[in-house]
């Protein structure tokens, strides 16, 4: 089992900053990827953002290239996803996730969720 809490979401103005945290516990978490996936009202959950645990390999969607930054803190075993240039279009619940697999988690069906948090922007 792998424990998820995701924090850090709020209200924010067109053009500003949020970081969202991932705080992971249970089984190892350097055998795992870490994700973040989002979800707007009447939309379907789409993929964000990944990063491998132990090798640190990155992934983002084309609509967050540039704009977003996922990074990983060892110690803290926590994963980050640093949200800048904020545009109204990225208002959703910010959900990380995590799977063994680099694959299953690409495709959106991570077997582990966080709880989400909700990243507000206004124009």
């Known amino acids: 089992q792998v424990q998820l809490v995701d924090s850090g979401g709020g209200l924010v103005q067109a053009g500003g900053s949020l970081r969202l945290s991932c705080a992971a516990s249970g089984r190892t978490v350097s055998n795992y990827v870490i994700g973040w996936f989002r979800q707007a009202p009447g939309k379907e959950r789409e993929f964000v953002s990944a990063i491998r645990w132990d090798g640190g390999t990155t992934s983002y969607a084309d609509s967050v290239k540039g704009r977003f930054t996922i990074f990983r803190h060892n110690a803290e075993n926590t994963v980050y996803l640093q949200m800048n240039s904020l545009k109204p279009e990225d208002t959703a619940v910010y959900y990380c996730?995590?799977?063994?697999?680099?694959?299953?988690?690409?495709?959106?069906?991570?077997?582990?969720w966080g709880q989400g948090t909700q990243v507000t922007v206004s124009s």
């Open positions: 996730a995590a799977e063994s697999s680099w694959t299953r988690l690409r495709v959106g069906v991570p077997r582990y």
